[in-house]
């Protein structure tokens, strides 16, 4: 069975461009969340996608959105980049609907703003 | 609101050494506890996980026990190994109006020398 994908691995962009970050859950996973993993900050919660409906959301400015599509890929957007938003992506799904805590992590997508 | 607390790393050590990572957490309602590990390079994986007080979690020779009382749930080993290497983190999650979404200490590194 395949694991999490997450596409791009790597990216560059400069300060006030925006970006799109994609998620493939694994088959039969309909919760897809994100997080931000930074040095400084550790890992921190974006926001939890169950069928196609936003479920939980982080402390993170509006600048940072996603969306859950009918076949539970997800997508992340960040607009307007800043250089603190320089970090490591992490896509992560679950077969639980609710509370299990047991997620399946991505290798992530590495973001660096320049 | 809910946050975890654990050992500032990295923990260097010797193979076949003892473990112990501390991990403590404060949590509004009654979390499930879990250790997530990260290998270089790769996203998190589930390590073990504890649902209810005295409730031991155990994998590949890892171990944690859910201390109600100390509000703890401390990572230990008794003898590591080289492959051992890599960030611990522990987390929890609460049941709270649905969701998974999971709230993660800060990581801890593990070095294992020969």
């Known amino acids: 069975k395949a694991g999490v994908t997450q596409t791009p691995r790597y990216l560059i962009k400069t300060r006030g461009q925006q970006v799109t970050l994609s998620c493939s859950p694994i088959?039969?996973?309909?919760?897809v969340s994100w997080y931000q993993q930074t040095p400084g900050q550790g890992l921190q919660f974006l926001f939890e996608y169950f069928s196609e409906t936003q479920r939980n959301k982080g402390n993170f400015p509006g600048r940072f959105s996603g969306r859950q599509f009918s076949n539970s890929r997800s997508e992340m957007n960040v607009s307007t980049l800043e250089l603190g938003d320089s970090a490591l992506y992490l896509c992560a799904s679950s077969s639980a609907t609710s509370g299990s805590g047991e997620l399946f992590f991505g290798e992530g997508s590495r973001l660096t703003v320049l | 609101g809910d946050s975890v607390t654990q050992m500032e790393g990295p923990v260097t050590l010797s193979e076949e050494a003892f473990l112990t990572i501390n991990c403590t957490y404060t949590?509004?309602?009654?979390?499930?506890l879990f250790w997530y590990v990260q290998y270089p390079g790769e996203g998190l994986q589930l390590l073990l996980k504890?649902?209810?007080?005295?409730d031991k979690g155990s994998n590949k020779g890892f171990e944690a026990t859910y201390r109600k009382e100390t509000t703890s749930f401390h990572l230990e080993k008794g003898s590591v190994q080289v492959s051992d290497s890599a960030v611990y983190f522990c987390a929890l999650v609460v049941v709270r109006g649905g969701g998974n979404k999971l709230t993660f200490g800060t990581g801890t590194q593990l070095k294992v020398e020969l």
């Open positions: 949590a509004t309602g009654y979390p499930s």
């Open positions: 504890a649902t209810k007080a005295d």
């Open positions: 088959s039969g996973h309909r919760s």
